[in-house]
């Protein structure tokens, strides 16, 4: 089999040749879709590279997962409906038993979102994967990171650390525990937050996606917004397995981890307690702070109303 038998046989024949806007999908040199009147096109593209983003013997499922989710976590944080995705697959050998598992976790997560497939690429060479994401949102109703505001409350879905947490153990085994199935499920498979994303899509005045650890992405949307911020460190929602580390651990863990694929978000103040209410139907949300004047300054309070110092960062390509 060559490339283009590969594609045809684990890719195309999963998805309907035309649907809704879709004009044209895999099988020509470009896609061409029709973006509804009085919408616009939110787009997110992401690369994980075998031995950065995930170890060289990870399950081909859960590599297909985790590269499409993490592209969807990055359209939910801007309140975005996803709605067609490309993949471009660099493989080192033609493994069909590999690329079968993979296309089959891909595809089904992809049609579990509603998303079509349009396009790629497929070529020989060290193992990476590239996604990107098309969604739609109503004219003017995407999410930035610009919009917090002095006062806004901050807060954050579900619970932080856990991947990082699974990280570690699989690292060095004797000086963390067991990870909880949960935990080892937020590493491998995040769920990205998208009927949240389009449920703060009126009320959120800022948003992003924790892919960094919520320090450097909360500082995105503080440089961005022009503002400051104040954390309680007692607010923070950590993981199980994490309350049962020093301290100090579990506060660098949870804030510079990475990998959580929450959404941190803020919302005004005196909001109708209907819209937590919805929101907390969805899942967990958590307020952990407000927006102050202390421009692209994030302060972090403990339990005694003192500062508290954190000397991890999150990290970065070529640091």
Same mark, same amino acid.
């Given at each position: ?28 040199? !470009? ?40 592209? /969807? ?41 509603? =998303? ?6 497929? +070529? ?23 919009? !917090? ?14 991947? !990082? ?24 498979? &995040?769920?990205?937050?998208?009927? +949240?994303?389009?449920? /703060? ?16 992405? =909360?500082?995105?949307?503080?440089? !961005? ?11 923070? &929602? ?10 100090? /651990? ?47 300054? =994030? ?21």
């Amino acid at each position: 089999m060559n490339e283009f038998d590969i594609i045809e046989k684990y890719f195309k024949s999963a998805y309907p040749s035309s649907k809704g806007n879709l004009t044209l999908g895999i099988g020509d040199d !470009a896609a061409i879709i029709n973006v509804a009147e009085e919408s616009e096109l939110v787009i997110s593209t992401d690369t994980l590279v075998s031995g950065v983003h995930f170890f060289e013997n990870t399950l081909p499922e859960d590599i297909a997962y985790k590269a499409l989710s993490v592209n /969807l976590s990055d359209i939910a944080a801007m309140g975005a409906l996803p709605r067609w995705v490309s993949l471009s697959l660099t493989l080192p050998s033609k493994d069909l038993d590999w690329i079968e598992k993979f296309s089959s976790s891909f595809n089904q997560l992809a049609i579990d979102q509603s =998303l079509i497939l349009i396009g790629g690429d497929l +070529t020989k060479g060290p193992l990476s994967i590239t996604v990107q994401i098309h969604g739609v949102a109503p004219q003017g109703q995407s999410l930035r990171r610009s919009g !917090a505001n002095v006062g806004d409350l901050i807060y954050v879905t579900g619970e932080l650390g856990a991947a !990082a947490y699974a990280l570690k153990h699989i690292e060095d085994s004797n000086k963390f525990a067991q990870s909880t199935d949960k935990e080892i499920q937020r590493l491998y498979r &995040p769920d990205a937050r998208i009927k +949240t994303g389009l449920e /703060l899509r009126n009320v959120a005045t800022s948003c992003i996606d924790i892919s960094d650890g919520l320090l450097a992405d =909360l500082g995105h949307v503080l440089k !961005a917004s022009n503002v400051g911020a104040e954390i309680k460190l007692s607010e923070i &929602p950590y993981s199980d397995s994490l309350k049962k580390l020093d301290e100090d /651990l579990a506060i660098t863990l949870a804030l510079t981890g990475g990998d959580d694929y929450e959404l941190c978000f803020t919302l005004p103040k005196g909001l109708p307690d209907s819209v937590m209410d919805e929101l907390k139907l969805i899942c967990p949300v958590h307020c952990i702070g407000q927006i102050n004047k202390d421009v692209s300054k =994030l302060s972090l309070i403990n339990e005694n109303d003192e500062l508290y110092e954190i000397k991890s960062k999150a990290y970065r390509h070529f640091n």
